[in-house]
């Protein structure tokens, strides 16, 4: 869901009351009344002027209010407005920076434990879920490539790429081949591929190996690469790029959460992490994307608020962030996955 909207819309009391009653709403939980705001915001105007107001924001589809409730919420396009439009940027503090810096600090590591310590840290600095998805290889150069032996009916290939990082597929095949036509083979797929990402392999390989001349024996075993590029060769796993998440125990505990079917709904996100995946895979724009409610593509997630940022590692990128209801403080999110992605590209390289 896409709304062209703009904070122009509002007036300046507008702008202040909902403002007002969104951080009311993230602090609490609870609906907001008129009273509430006129006791805790320094607005200049009477509770009921703020009463009149939030009318006029409900009227205009930025505020709502449960049956049981004299209280105001804000709706999703609330929240948009805010982040686009009234929120204002802000900076860690040092006890958040150096949280971060000590769950990195003087250590090298694998992407995928990189990963891990960017969802974990995430997490608990904003009492969200902490997401991560690997980087896709297809424009990882390859260095060079080995065929090991894993069974009778299938190899190990093990892909060495340019930027540091390895890629292991297993390549199944109609019988056992002999040690010395795997290194035939070997040789002749890193003759002619190496330097090329893994996207151009995919689209050349036939062409590349159409003019090649070897034994039979290790012919059949080219031909099976070739037919079987576009999977033998695919930037990511089998069922899409490894998608990391933090423990989801302090967002479970979130009042959101309270009842069985939200619990549920959240549990079978972080269990089955298909509808994650594929909506962090989405994200290719650089920066900081946030996503609100209804926006989200999968319905599954119109009640939660994704904040996510990209990050690169070398030749690769990949995607990071925070995933928690829509009532979230977006200001101190949005700052701490923005400073945890910069971090997490300057390890990665």
Known sequence: MTW???VEGLNTRERQVL????????ETAEPAGSRTIAKRFNLGVSAATIRNTMSDLEEK???????TSAGRMPTDLAYRVYVDGLMERSRLTEQEASAIRREFHDQRYAIEDILQKAAQVLGVLTQELGVAVAPSFDAAILDRLELLPAADERLLMVLLLRSGSAKTIFVEVDNAFPHQALTTLAGVLNERLSGLNLREIRSTLRERLRDVSIHPHEDELLNIFVEEADTIFHGSSSDGSPIVLSSATMLAEQ?????????????????RREVLRQA?????EPGITVTIGGENL??????FTLVTSTYVAGPLSGVLGVMGPTRMPYHKVVAL???TSRLMSELAQ
Do not use: W
């Not at 403002?19 to 993230?26: N, S």
């Not at 009042?255 to 269990?271: A, C, G, I, R, V």
């Open 4 to 6: 062209d909207i703009s």
């Open 19 to 26: 403002q007002a009653v969104i951080h009311c709403y993230v």
């Open 61 to 67: 589809g930025y505020l709502y209010h449960p049956h």
């Open 255 to 271: 009042p959101e959460f309270s009842s069985n079917d939200q619990m549920k709904n959240l549990l079978e996100l972080t269990e």
């Open 280 to 284: 962090l895979q989405d994200r290719h």
């Open 298 to 303: 999968d319905p599954k997630l119109s009640t």
């Open 337 to 339: 996955v923005g400073h």
